[in-house]
């Protein structure tokens, strides 16, 4: 009990430090580990316990801050839904593809829930935001704003556009460097959180090969400059498809590479080429889905 009381104590400073962090040029680098601490604290302690030292770290950060504090606390606040779900699944040791669905979906429901309330309230967020940009594209300095398109309007409307693939892609991003870290702290203290199934295991639904192949039949036939619904929707879901099967063909690698009980260096490369030459994420899209649409590991295995 006394180790657990310390551990609530430790991690609600680390939760205070994290918060005061985002008002210094460390924000790059802290930003994005947010929801640690505070997961740390709902899982290593009782509800009661998580409570109380959760409510005296916002205090202090207020009393440090004064006003500046509120925001804090705002989007403290807004990151405890996804402590919440994702602390009780790791409390029952549930599957980590689990946690992950859990704090995506967590996430991605608030943004949204966000963005509703503020129309609702008379704030229009989405034109907020392009107004915003527009202002910081037009104090850039004339070197950079010449680097960027001509025709700013379009650039701007084009960000507002894939609003929903941002979301997406921070959503994905937060609940994964959560959970890495998080799992990995956890069974440093003997939790024994579940992991992910190794990457050559991994296999999407093969519901989503003909969800491409539409959307990829329809990108080719739709003007990319237009601002119709559809348009947008394919804006949104044809790099999201794309990135999904360009980590299936990845995971193929890794599977190639255990089969013949090579090094793990075919797929590290595979993944430092798709890094470096985006180009290519269409023929990396392209193997994963014939992984996923045919049955290439069994004929792989056979002729082992």
């Not at 950079?144 to 025709?151: A, G, N, R, S």
Request: proline share 6%; net charge positive; aromatic share 14%.
């Amino acid at each position: 009990m006394g180790n657990r009381n310390w551990q609530s104590i430790i991690w609600s400073a680390v939760t205070v430090v994290s918060l005061l962090s985002l008002m210094t040029p460390f924000i790059i680098f802290t930003f994005s580990f947010l929801i640690i601490p505070v997961l740390m604290l709902y899982v290593k302690s009782s509800t009661r316990r998580f409570v109380i030292s959760y409510v005296v770290s916002l205090l202090v950060v207020y009393l440090l801050t004064q006003w500046h504090g509120i925001t804090l606390i705002s989007l403290s606040l807004f990151l405890l839904p996804p402590v919440l779900v994702m602390g009780n699944l790791y409390k029952r040791k549930a599957a980590a593809r689990s946690v992950l669905t859990a704090g995506i979906i967590t996430i991605l429901a608030e943004s949204l829930m966000s963005l509703l309330i503020g129309f609702s309230l008379g704030f229009n967020p989405v034109a907020k935001f392009k107004t915003f940009m527009m202002d910081s594209i037009a104090s850039m300095p004339a070197s950079i704003q010449e680097v960027l398109p001509k025709d700013q309007d379009w650039y701007v409307s084009f960000i507002v556009q894939v609003i929903p693939l941002y979301l997406i892609f921070v959503a994905l991003f937060y609940t994964f460097v959560t959970h890495g870290i998080t799992r990995w702290l956890l069974n440093k203290t003997g939790e024994g959180i579940p992991g992910l199934r190794p990457m050559r295991e991994w296999m999407l639904q093969k519901s989503l090969v003909w969800i491409y192949l539409v959307v990829f039949v329809l990108d080719l036939f739709t003007d990319p400059n237009s601002n119709s619904l559809i348009s947008t929707l394919l804006m949104n879901a044809m790099p999201l498809l794309m990135l999904a099967f360009t980590i299936q063909a990845i995971c193929f690698l890794f599977f190639v590479a255990h089969a013949n009980k090579w090094k793990p260096i075919l797929p590290i490369v595979g993944i430092l080429i798709v890094c470096f030459m985006p180009p290519l994420f269409i023929v990396y899209s392209l193997l994963g889905v014939f992984d996923v649409a045919f049955p290439i590991r069994e004929r792989f295995k056979k002729n082992l």
